[in-house]
């Protein structure tokens, strides 16, 4: 069983479309989160939600817009892609309340724009 | 805002030799943690640091947290081949609300 799972693993696509990305995790977790990673490995978070509530949101362009329909899953979709979007985008997952930090990565969906 | 720098940015070492690699956050932490990324893969957890100047062991892995809260460093003794790939630290701020910045990265190459 994975405990983290997103899909799709690969994702190619033309600038200007619009796309998603889904996530579902079976810990139990309260906290999800996505992160970016670019092509120089730079691991950025973007959006964090609690309890289907957003409570971080990075400086990230209006085109991407996260979802959460329950604690156990969170989405993102992109609209309007760009090629400078093209980067591994990383869901995670963790328990709530200081010290709980600990993240559990889903294995990544590589997202290529042309 | 926040960061957190690593260095250094690349490693290689042969088999059997030590690794360390140094993490720096520009703002105290509650906590860090540390992260391996093996090529192709995702982050997954190492260990997470509270206390200032704490000390943990796993195995040939010795982590350390600075006594200001603002500095981290992880040791390798005798690298494997299985050591290969990414190390990142990871701190959360003094703020709310469970954010966690990730260092630069270190990535380790081991030559057999």
Known sequence: DTAVSQTPKYLVTQMGNDKSIKCEQNLGHDTMYWYKQDSKKFLKIMFSYNNKELIINETVPNRFSPKSPDKAHLNLHINSLELGDSAVYFCASSQWGPGNEKLFFGSGTQLSVL | ?112
Request: with cysteine; proline share 4%.
């Open chain 2, 1 to 112: 805002g926040q960061q957190v720098m690593q260095i250094p940015q690349y490693q290689h070492v042969q088999e059997g030799e030590d690794f360390t690699t140094y993490c720096n956050s520009s703002t105290t932490l509650s906590n860090i943690q540390w992260y391996k990324q093996r090529p192709g893969g995702h982050p997954v957890f190492l260990i997470q640091l509270v206390k200032s100047g704490e000390v943990k062991k796993q195995k040939r892995l010795t982590f350390q947290f600075g006594e200001a809260k603002k500095n981290s460093s992880l040791h390798i003794t005798a690298t494997q081949t299985t050591d290969v790939g990414t190390y990142f630290c990871a701190g959360r701020g003094s703020g709310g609300y469970q954010k966690v910045t990730f260092g630069t990265g270190t990535k380790l190459q081991v030559i057999p």
